[in-house]
């Protein structure tokens, strides 16, 4: 079984300033690891996605997250955040079964 | 084109009802997905269908009724509709496990 978790519910950021949110994984099974972005009242959209070739992904908007086994971690990050940048983030973990499973989102704040 | 698109956006409706929602996907993928979104934002698989098959079904109740009459096509319904029942439901698609997922709109439901 695959899950997620996602290390604050909350992050306030001031425009301009490194954006970071937490993920940690668990599975059973290499893992396929996501980060989508959800803005209000639209679906999931996908930033990156982790497949195995490379531990430094890059995905759009600038946001790029470093897979690291050792630390069971799929952390993202920007280096300059942007008004733009507000919304839900959500990371996810898919094992090869269908089910792409959800850590609990982390709403991003960006500060004038 | 909406590469996803499902109908309606809205619907509220007393308790008791019937109801249904649908979804189409235009991207010649394989696999379909329904998704529940809660009032905390927590996602959570409900149904997932491969070239019209049911493979997944996680411990949802029997009055959720999906139907595939097409492998682009996924429809939701749901029986005597509760209180508890109120979400925003996604219809999402891939072309297939450990695949990016699109995602569409949305279709928020309040029971009343």
């Known amino acids: 079984a695959q899950s997620v978790t996602q290390l604050g519910s909350h992050v306030s950021v001031s425009e301009g300033a490194l954006v970071l949110l937490r993920c940690n994984y668990s599975s059973s099974v290499p893992p396929y690891l996501f980060w989508y972005v959800q803005y209000p009242n639209q679906g999931l959209q996908l930033l990156l996605k982790y497949t195995s070739a490379a531990t430094l992904v890059k995905g759009i908007n600038g946001f790029e997250a470093e897979f690291k086994k050792s630390e069971t971690s799929f952390h993202l990050t920007k280096p300059s955040a942007h008004m733009s940048d507000a919304a839900e983030y959500f990371c996810a973990v898919s094992g090869g079964d269908y089910k792409l499973s959800f850590g609990a989102g982390t709403t991003v704040t960006v500060r004038a | 084109d909406t590469a996803v698109s499902q109908t309606p956006k809205y619907l509220v409706t007393q308790m008791g009802n019937d109801k249904s929602i649908k979804c189409e996907q235009n991207?010649?993928?394989?696999?379909m997905y329904w998704y529940k979104q809660d009032s905390k934002k927590f996602l959570k698989i409900m149904f997932s269908y491969n070239n019209k098959e049911l493979i997944i079904n996680e411990t949802v109740p029997n009055r959720f009724s999906p139907k595939s009459p097409d492998k682009a096509h996924l429809n939701l319904h749901i029986n005597s509709l509760e209180l508890g029942d109120s979400a925003v439901y996604f219809c999402?698609?891939?072309?297939?496990?450990?695949?990016?997922?699109?995602f569409g709109s949305g279709t928020q439901l309040s029971v009343l």
């Open positions: 991207l010649g993928h394989d696999t």
């Open positions: 999402a698609s891939s072309r297939g496990s450990n695949e990016k997922l699109f």
